[in-house]
């Protein structure tokens, strides 16, 4: 009996026969053996196990006699090579249904491990949860104990703020008090000071009249002395006459001084016997009649039309007014008051302090198969939240730009005493990105430019923010009208103003022709004289200087004023 051996090569069946007593190797390339797999199907799949599983396989094969006819032969070998391909079938079979077994336990193994391992996560779950209860109960103990403290704090600063509130309005009322009793003693002795004027000039005119009489005596005694030595007999009679003249004269002047130092005396004599208890203060208010409105003013209420000169006082007028209103604090309604600084950084200071104790209670409970980071339990936070619940910015944008239309301030500089309100401000708006322990130096800590420019974004914003920092400064009284004087802005910069020259672009021009007019009145008369003139007859006015444009003009007037003004001056 020979042995073959199956092989797979270039898409072939090639069957060794290996005698083993002739020890000879016989090859044969067998066609019909590969054709008996006709279907496709079972071509692959007879490939694949001879490929991947039975890559060189040994069966036994038993050769047909040769002395058969050549029918017979090759029925007898096809029958063999049957046998030989079933055998491979039936084996192939069992080892696929081996694996199949072998795979499906495989995967039941592989489903009790998955579920024991989601029991398992499942327990770890409910304990985590379970602990977590814990802690939240831990949690709300703590956040109870420390929200009772922080409302008994919270009751004693509002009371304090309430009592330094109390005490600050009893000051001002006090201060208004004596700076009106003060004003009141100035008045009086303004009064005093005035009478005793009075007295003196009144004393002083008496005094020239007497002085006068005296002059006027002594002239007629020199008269009557000179014609005493042309007339001896008449000289007599004159003098005698000047004389009783004279001594009326001079008693009826003095007749009022007497009796006035007599009234004197009896009235100091009196006085001193008098009770002082008994005596008052009269007052003496002088009137004075209430000044009258100027013309262009009077012209506005009328709806007369304005000069350019009067226009501009009219709107220098109009912003005297806004500003008196500005700082009588009448619209300081939309301005966050000290009290409410004061709260907001309050509860800025509660939620650190909430946020810090549950990350300090859960710190070394945290389990990272139940949490994907410790950031997840207070969960996103909104920065300004507790800043636009407390104070609304829109309702301050009136005053505030009303502020920037009249001031020009620079960015980040503090004015007089603003340091503290403006630090508590800034510390109020951007509360979460301060200490903990800020709240205890409210005021001290110095504000970030750098943050505030980061979180405005643009300039505008920036500006916005600042300027309301200092409306705040200016209501807390660390800010007055007189600090801000340098920044004022000029009033050719102010909006009303600036629309009315876009309504009106000729104003500049008219302006300084009213001005040159009233400067050199005779002078533009008679340029005007002229110019009718030339208008009128130019043939016959050609040997006179005649200005050739408006500009020449002008300039040829501004020299004539200011010569004018350059004398006025020397004399």
């Not at 008045?187 to 009489?213: A, P």
């Not at 030595?229 to 009679?237: G, R, V």
């Not at 007599?262 to 000044?291: C, F």
């Not at 200071?349 to 549950?358: E, G, I, L, V, Y």
């Amino acid at each position: 009996m020979d042995r073959v051996i199956i092989i797979k090569s270039n898409n072939k069946l090639i069957i060794k026969f290996w005698n083993c007593k002739q020890q000879k190797l016989k090859f044969l390339k067998v066609k019909e053996a590969y054709e008996v797999l006709s279907n496709q199907q079972s071509k692959l799949t007879y490939d694949n196990l001879i490929g991947n599983t039975f890559g060189q396989e040994y069966y036994d094969f038993e050769e047909p006699k040769q002395s058969q006819n050549d029918k017979a032969y090759n029925e007898q070998r096809e029958l063999e090579f049957e046998r030989i391909r079933q055998k491979i079938i039936s084996r192939t079979e069992i080892e696929k249904e081996l694996k199949r077994r072998e795979n499906l336990e495989k995967e039941k193994q592989i489903e009790l491990k998955r579920q024991e391992d989601n029991k398992k996560r499942e327990e770890m779950r409910k304990q985590a949860l379970e602990q977590q209860k814990e802690q939240w109960q831990q949690m709300k103990e703590i956040f109870d104990n420390y929200q009772q403290d922080d409302m008994q704090y919270l009751k004693h600063q509002q009371a304090q703020n309430r009592l330094f509130e109390m005490n600050y309005i009893e000051r001002h009322l006090q201060q208004e008090q004596s700076n009106e009793n003060q004003r009141q003693i100035e008045e009086l002795y303004l009064q005093d000071y005035q009478n005793r004027i009075r007295f003196q000039e009144r004393h002083k005119k008496e005094y020239e009249k007497l002085r006068k009489w005296n002059s006027l005596i002594k002239d007629i005694e020199t008269k009557t002395e000179k014609q005493n030595s042309k007339q001896i007999n008449q000289t007599e009679s004159t003098i005698i006459v000047g004389a009783i003249i004279g001594l009326i004269v001079v008693a009826f002047l003095s007749y009022p001084l007497l009796i006035s130092n007599k009234d004197g005396k009896q009235q100091s004599s009196n006085n001193k016997s008098e009770d002082y208890s008994k005596m008052r203060t009269q007052v003496l208010i002088p009137y004075e009649a209430a000044k009258s409105d100027p013309v262009w003013l009077v012209k506005k209420h009328a709806n007369q039309k304005l000069t350019p000169l009067e226009t501009e006082m009219y709107l220098n007028f109009i912003r005297d007014q806004e500003l008196k209103l500005f700082w009588s604090g009448k619209k300081w309604d939309g301005l966050p008051s000290p009290y409410m600084i004061a709260q907001i950084i309050q509860r800025y200071h509660q939620a650190k302090s909430f946020c810090m104790t549950s990350f300090l209670s859960c710190s070394l409970d945290y389990n990272r198969e139940v949490y994907f980071g410790i950031q997840d339990e207070c969960g996103s936070i909104n920065p300004f939240q507790i800043w636009h619940e407390a104070f609304n910015e829109r309702r301050s944008i009136p005053i505030v730009q009303q502020f920037m239309d009249q001031y020009e301030i620079p960015l980040f500089q503090n004015i007089g005493n603003s340091r503290e309100s403006i630090n508590a401000f800034f510390q109020a708006k951007y509360g979460m990105f301060t200490c903990i322990d800020s709240t205890y130096n409210v005021g001290q800590i110095d504000f970030d430019p750098e943050l505030v420019i980061f979180w405005e974004r643009q300039r505008k914003n920036t500006k916005f923010i600042w300027y309301l920092s200092m409306l705040y400064a200016i209501r807390c009284g660390k800010v007055t009208e007189k600090q801000l004087e340098p920044f004022k802005k000029d009033l050719k910069q102010t909006k009303r103003y600036l629309k009315y020259i876009k309504n009106n672009p000729k104003h500049q021009d008219n302006l300084v022709t009213q001005m040159i007019y009233e400067s050199a009145p005779q002078m533009m008369e008679k340029m005007n004289n002229d110019k009718r003139v030339l208008e009128r007859t130019p043939r016959e006015l050609e040997h006179l200087v005649v200005l050739l444009d408006d500009d020449q003009l002008n300039e040829e007037v501004i020299k004539y004023v200011e010569k004018q003004l350059a004398a006025q001056k020397l004399s």
